[in-house]
């Protein structure tokens, strides 16, 4: 891969904020959420307004979505906000993780998310290995209370050798044996065009033509939509019809996912309130997510 390296890299990028933004929701938009992380006809609890809760991943959809976005534009991820100007990429860039930290449960009926996004690392692979680009951010409700913490890291492949600090390990090891608990579902057909409708409009998710130019066979599955998925999974696992009691969720991106996939979350369990996962492609066995950690309240 091209080298471009940018001396100083780091220091041009952390503690840069992007401007503040606004998502309006209501229970349709909780509702649509659901369906489009595979909720099925048991899930009423996340689609029928009666008695309804709100998956706790939905505070990981301003990621994509903001008041004012046209459906048909590609929406760069967070990180790339303001790091892609700088850095200017000619080949992909990639979602690596993603993690989410509750503070309060998310109002299932309508509200306001007001968020911005600010990077706290940059992390040096190396010449010719790319650089990666660490943001947080935080998202409140329209009293300004906190809602939850976002985490994610993109991958620039072509900005490494600035001389700034690698990337740390991942703490997560999963247990040499098998899981304690395994949950299956299916990945739909449609599952990516349900996503799409969130906020997530990057081409690679709908159009087979442009997902081809990238050397995909096809359109794949957002991580972030995979990222859902296991959250219900999880939550249907470890506090079944209590998603209020997930205090924090985090998982590294792994693999790619096509739609029409079945798929299974491999679990285990590692103390009260505490577990490790993987999202795991059934027709491969390849992980589409790893090192996943799911915290709880018990």
Not at 18 to 23: G, K
Not at 160 to 183: L, N, Y
Not at 268 to 280: L, N, P, S, T
Request: charged share 25%; with cysteine; aromatic share 10%.
């Amino acid at each position: 891969m091209e080298s471009k390296i940018i001396p100083g890299l780091d220091k041009m990028l952390v503690g840069k904020k992007s401007e503040t933004r606004w998502l309006e929701y209501n229970w349709r938009d909780v509702v649509l959420y659901a369906l489009a992380v595979g909720a099925g006809p048991d899930d009423l609890m996340y689609t029928y307004e009666k008695n309804l809760k709100a998956l706790p991943t939905y505070g990981a959809v301003p990621y994509w979505g903001s008041v004012g976005v046209k459906p048909y534009q590609w929406m760069p991820l967070p990180a790339s906000m303001i790091a892609y100007d700088l850095i200017q990429p000619t080949q992909a860039f990639l979602n690596m993780d993603h993690e989410i930290i509750m503070h309060r449960p998310i109002d299932p009926i309508k509200g306001t998310f007001q968020y911005s996004d600010v990077i706290t690392d940059v992390y040096d692979r190396g010449e010719g290995k790319g650089a990666v680009v660490r943001t947080r951010m935080d998202i409140r409700d329209e009293a300004g209370r906190d809602v939850c913490t976002n985490y994610s890291t993109t991958f620039f492949g072509e900005a490494g050798g600035f001389g700034g600090k690698p990337m740390p390990k991942s703490e997560v090891v999963i247990p040499d044996r098998e899981p304690d608990i395994i949950v299956n579902d299916f990945v739909s057909p449609v599952q990516n065009l349900l996503y799409r409708l969130t906020g997530d409009t990057n081409l690679i998710h709908v159009d087979p033509d442009h997902a081809k130019k990238t050397g995909l066979d096809r359109p794949i599955i957002q991580g972030l939509c995979s990222f859902g998925f296991s959250c219900r999974m999880l939550i249907g696992a470890l506090t079944p019809g209590e998603p209020e009691r997930m205090t924090r969720m985090a998982a590294q991106m792994t693999a790619v996912l096509y739609p029409g996939t079945p798929v299974a979350v491999h679990i285990w369990k590692i103390e009260d309130g505490k577990a490790y996962f993987r999202f795991v492609d059934c027709e491969t066995g390849k992980a589409v997510l790893n090192r996943g950690v799911f915290e709880y309240k018990v």
